[in-house]
């Protein structure tokens, strides 16, 4: 299948390319010319496992990097915008990425087209999507949908080729039969079977399960993840402060709470606390919804 990724930051090429490995064709737009030069002379902005290798694999092949957006558009099928949402000083998700791209979408669909969101956003926003597209001239058919990333710096491609689960949000059995196709090579464990599939984690469940939802429960639900992650690495830093108090030992009692299956170990690790490019961001953005809500 013929697929844009709007956006070569960390999600956009990450996803790119795997959808490239999946053995879909794929076009990556940006608008900075220098980091498409660099893409298309095979460097890698980014740190990630696999990433160069993927890269060299299908550049000028499956994989093509351009600033045409309308091109890409027009010859594609799918459509995922993987632009940023920073934070406002409110701490709501800034969304002006996301409506300059949709904007540019609205004038070069000539087809039946669905708009795929990659990037993190709150719920409605496939609502305000379609708003945006349909007032900016749209005469051809199109779906939108939400498609959320679960991707860990450092093993985003692994993340994305032996992934948890796939969340597919679509109000339309039309646009979940297109996701349902592009994501096929997984689902149905071809992709884990070809000779040159990137070697998965350990533990990992093949094939992943695809969830269907609406749009605004996946939208819901990425958000509703990370707040969750974040609520056990807090949850446990203010356990360590106890077990520091009356001089029981923080590792033994992880060990006792997350051999628990109804909570399980991962994210019980004491420190710091969290932090990093999502977390933060996409919990302010969280309770902004839920403030919203009352």
């Not at 095979?42 to 740190?47: F, K, L, N, Q, R």
């Not at 701490?91 to 087209?113: C, H």
Request: neutral net charge; glycine residues 8%; proline residues 6%.
């Amino acid at each position: 299948m013929r697929i844009a990724v709007i956006g070569s930051g960390y999600v956009g090429l990450v996803a790119g390319t795997c959808f490239a490995d999946l053995g879909h064709d794929v076009i990556v737009v940006d608008n900075d010319q220098k980091k498409l030069a660099a893409l298309n002379r095979g460097e890698v902005p980014i740190h990630e496992n696999f990433l160069p290798e993927l890269l060299q694999r299908h550049r000028g092949n499956k994989l093509r990097f351009s600033d045409d957006l309308k091109a890409a558009v027009g010859t594609s099928k799918a459509i995922f915008v993987a632009v940023g949402t920073p934070p406002t000083e409110q701490g709501e998700a800034d969304l002006s990425y996301v409506e300059s791209v949709a904007r540019g979408i609205a004038v070069a669909i000539n087809d039946y087209k669905i708009v795929v969101e990659k990037s993190t956003v709150p719920v409605y926003t496939s609502d305000w999507v379609r708003k945006i597209i349909l007032r900016n001239g749209v005469a051809a058919e199109f779906d939108v949908a939400s498609n959320p990333e679960f991707l860990r710096e450092g093993t985003a491609v692994t993340d994305f080729l032996y992934p948890d689960r796939i969340v597919v949000g679509a109000d339309t059995e039309r646009c979940a039969d297109v996701l349902r196709e592009i994501y096929k090579p997984l689902v149905d464990g071809s992709y884990y079977k070809h000779p040159d599939a990137i070697p998965g984690p350990d533990r990992v469940q093949i094939p992943p399960p695809l969830i269907v939802t609406s749009a605004k429960s996946a939208e819901l639900i990425k958000h509703a993840s990370n707040a969750y992650l974040a609520m056990k690495i807090s949850f446990i830093n203010a356990v360590a402060s106890i077990c520091e108090s009356v001089g029981a030992n923080v590792q033994q009692v992880c060990q006792g709470i997350g051999t628990d299956t109804r909570i399980g170990p991962r994210f019980l690790n004491p420190g710091i606390g969290y932090g990093g490019s999502c977390f933060p961001k996409d919990l302010l953005a969280f309770r902004s919804v839920a403030r919203g809500c009352g």
